[in-house]
Every structure is written in structure tokens, then in C-alpha cells.
T-cell receptor
Framework: AQKVTQAQTEISVVEKEDVTLDCVYETRDTTYYLFWYKQPPSGELVFLIRRNSFDEQNEISGRYSWNFQKSTSSFNFTITASQVVDSAVYFCALSEESYGGATNKLIFGTGTLLAVQP | NAGVTQTPKFQVLKTGQSMTLQCAQDMNHEYMSWYRQDPGMGLRLIHYSVGAGITDQGEVPNGYNVSRSTTEDFPLRLLSAAPSQTSVYFC???????????FGSGTRLTVV
């Protein structure tokens, strides 16, 4: 069965600190997709990144970076020089491949609440 | 371009009542899904659709029905509301070539 574990329920940092959000996944599929979503206090879900199982190259987007390691089944998310606007719940999610490559079912972790203090 | 529109934003139901949560997208997306979000449990998939006329069950389908008569609309029906269905409901859609799902703003449902 597929499963996503975000062991960190809450993290509190002071502005400008770096912070890493952990995500560990389980799947028997050889082809799968991993996602990160952000849910700010306003409640909407914002797509941040998708990575497929064949691409272990790390990704950097501004202050955000993602470290995908198949050997440890992890897809960790680092925010560099955190800001108050980064305060949100962050969800890691996993999806299998089906229907010719479409990713139709997301399995979410329980989320990590990040609080960035000024 | 409105994206994914969910109505209503808030709803209070009495146990046993039925209602339909509406979801519409104007992006011509093939894939649509319904999730519920409960404290400490993340989001769980209720039902999903890969195109008009095609639906399937997700992780927690009991007590909910869906249909997909058009590409744009994917309503979620609660047949007989129960307090356990108190939750925030999110609808999401994705085009075949898109990387991620676009989520609606959610419907907060309370069943008393």
C-alpha cells in the first residue's frame, strides 16, 4: 500500500533561519510521482512541485529546494532564509501512475505546520 | 479564467439531510477529484474522475456519490449527512499535460 509520512507535526523557526521539512514515502510501484503543496492560513492549496520517480535530480526554485533520494524513500523540502510569509501547512503527496501516465490519485501526508516568527 | 470553483463555501446540515457540493472548472481538465481534510489526517481522496462519464472510488467513498455528466462539473452528493462527515471538502482538477492538480478554495461542512 502507498503511504506518506511527515513525522514533523509542527516546526517553529525565527525569520531567516533555514528549515527542512521531511517526507518519507512507501510504494511498491516503480513509477510514481511525488508532490509538495502549501496551505497558507487562508486555506487554499498551492502546488509547489512534482517529481517523478526516474528523476532524482535535486531542484531549486528561489529559496525553495527539494532533495529526492530513492535509496531512503525521502523527498525533503528545504526553505532557505525563511520568511513570515512561509508560515503555512506543507503537505507531501504521492501518486501512482495509471491510465497511460496520468496521476489521478494523490496520497497525502498529514502535513507539517511551519510557523516562522519575525 | 476562474479555475476551480466550489460552492457553497460554508454549510451547516442536520443529521440525515442530503445536499450536493458543487465543483466546476473552466480549464477543460480531464481529471477531477474530491478530497476531505480532517485535523491531523491530511487530505483523503473520496472519489475521482478521469473524464466525463467515468468515475471511481477513492480511499473514503462511503456516504458520498458522484457523477460526471460534463467535463466542467463534478458534484459531490451526501446522501444522508452524518456528524462524521463534518470536514473541509476540496475539489481538484488537472489537465493531462499538467504537473499538478489545481484545487478549489474548499467547502467547510458542519453536520450537527
Amino acid at each position: 500500500a502507498q503511504k506518506v509520512t511527515q513525522a514533523q507535526t509542527e516546526i517553529s523557526v525565527v525569520e531567516k533561519e533555514d528549515v527542512t521539512l521531511d517526507c518519507v514515502y512507501e510504494t511498491r510501484d516503480t513509477t510514481y510521482y511525488l508532490f509538495w503543496y502549501k496551505q497558507p492560513p487562508s486555506g487554499e492549496l498551492v502546488f509547489l512541485i512534482r517529481r517523478n520517480s526516474f528523476d532524482e535530480q535535486n531542484e531549486i526554485s528561489g529559496r525553495y529546494s527539494w532533495n529526492f533520494q530513492k535509496s531512503t524513500s525521502s523527498f525533503n523540502f528545504t526553505i532557505t532564509a525563511s520568511q513570515v510569509v512561509d508560515s503555512a501547512v506543507y503537505f507531501c503527496a504521492l501518486s501512482e501512475e495509471s491510465y497511460g501516465g496520468a496521476t489521478n490519485k494523490l496520497i497525502f501526508g498529514t502535513g507539517t505546520l511551519l510557523a516562522v516568527q519575525p | 479564467n476562474a479555475g476551480v470553483t466550489q460552492t457553497p463555501k460554508f454549510q451547516v446540515l442536520k443529521t440525515g439531510q442530503s445536499m450536493t457540493l458543487q465543483c466546476a472548472q473552466d480549464m477543460n481538465h480531464e481529471y477531477m477529484s474530491w478530497y476531505r481534510q480532517d485535523p491531523g489526517m491530511g487530505l483523503r481522496l473520496i472519489h475521482y474522475s478521469v473524464g466525463a462519464g467515468i468515475t471511481d472510488q477513492g480511499e473514503v467513498p462511503n456516504g458520498y456519490n458522484v457523477s460526471r455528466s460534463t467535463t466542467e462539473d463534478f458534484p459531490l452528493r451526501l446522501l444522508s449527512a452524518a456528524p462524521s462527515q463534518t470536514s473541509v471538502y476540496f475539489c481538484a482538477s488537472r489537465g493531462a499535460s499538467d504537473y499538478g492538480y489545481t484545487f478549489g478554495s474548499g467547502t467547510r461542512l458542519t453536520v450537527v
